[in-house]
């Protein structure tokens, strides 16, 4: 099947004719920067603007679940070769354990290096826990069974209407298979999807219309609630955080990309606008369906897409993997707990597992890192009500790293497969494919 470009409306615009305020990058970054100075200058303001950000990304959950299923049914029903399906799953699964493992050791071992955590000399008997048993309670609840459970739903549609992640993936999985398996007679249904797919990337064109009103509450509330001045507590930890990420996806996703042919840089300034609203929300949910469309309109395959996206958003989390150990390291140093070698080996095994067991659950970094440490009785749980004020600060630069390595899974995956288009591709990156902000109502793809 091949990756049908988007071909730009008689008349319309292309961004490089667009005035520089109509780009939806610039209007989240005024946003964003409007909400740092009103959270800070007047801090009840800024929390008062919470339900901005909450109801911003209560529309896009809305909606990710009809993108997801349209997506991945109308591609494995358009690939007819379901071993091609199996095959896709695999070298995404392969990729994701492989770089989740690495961004794990990766924490670790600059945990170790720098030790941000080291001369604090905390007793973890006078540390308040009251906020951090909620968090505890929740990654008890977050066990591997449990979570593998979770991931069928009560009903067909409940898998749809709940807005899980995985449960919408396993019944599109599950759909797109059955629509493949009855041949030509499902061609008229897969017509019908296909149309359906237009109109709901229409409404995620509009919704995305509202995105520097959401981030702008976001980011006030951030700033009001929990204040710049809280960084300067754990300068060290945040820094140590961020400078680990920005190193990984430069380094690491970067000589990837070097390998699969393309420039990390040139993905990123290509997903410009969705970066900056992952920063403005903390929450790179929020992004989903346009990371979809746009890796679609990059010249990635639908069918790898609609796989290694959604499945990405739960098992391959970079940035969360890296916070995981450089925290739990850092709790440990903080409280004065040396951790052997073997110790800390066990602590990168059972992040492994926990950070399967607590994939799509709200405030998985944090619920996961409780999991974690209430394993490993070496480092104390109370510990994280050290980073529970700059969790928040940190959750940014998660979801950041995550969103990016999703992307550059996708690209990956899609290159393996000999399903990207190259020409498509090369236009996109460069900023000359027309129609490269998504975020226009008036872009719809080619029928």
Known sequence: MTTIPYQPEAGAETPAQRPWYR???????IAIAAGVLIGHFAPATGEALKPLGDAFIKLVKMIIAPVIFLTIVTGI???RDLASVGRVAGKAFGYFFFFSTLALIVGLIVANVIRPGAGL?????TLDTSKVAVFAAKAHESTLTGFLMGIIPDSFLSGLTEG??????FIAILFGIGLALIGDRGNRITDALEDLSLAVFKVVAILMKVAPIGAFGAMAFTIGAYGVGTLANLAMLVGTFYLTSLIFVIVVLGAVS????????????????????VLGTSSSESALPSLMEKMERAGCAKSVVGL??????SFNLDGTNIYMTLAALFIAQACNV?????QQLLLLSVAMLSSKG?????????????????????????GMALILGVDRFMSECRSLTNFIGNAVATVVVSRWEGRLDETQFNLALTGKSPRVDQMDVDAVPAA
């Open 23 to 29: 780009h939806l990058y610039i209007q989240v970054l």
């Open 308 to 313: 290694v996206v959604p499945t990405g958003y």
């Open 164 to 169: 899980n992640i995985l449960q919408t993936l």
């Open 258 to 277: 070097r390998l699969a042919g393309f420039s990390i840089f040139r993905l990123i300034g290509y997903l410009k606008a969705e970066l900056l609203l």
């Open 121 to 125: 000399n905390i007793d973890p008997a």
């Open 338 to 342: 040396d951790l052997t070698l073997g």
């Open 358 to 382: 607590a994939a799509g659950v709200t405030g998985a970094g944090f619920i996961t890192l409780a999991a974690t440490l209430s394993i490993v009785p070496s480092v104390p749980v109370a």
């Open 77 to 79: 029903a358009g690939m």
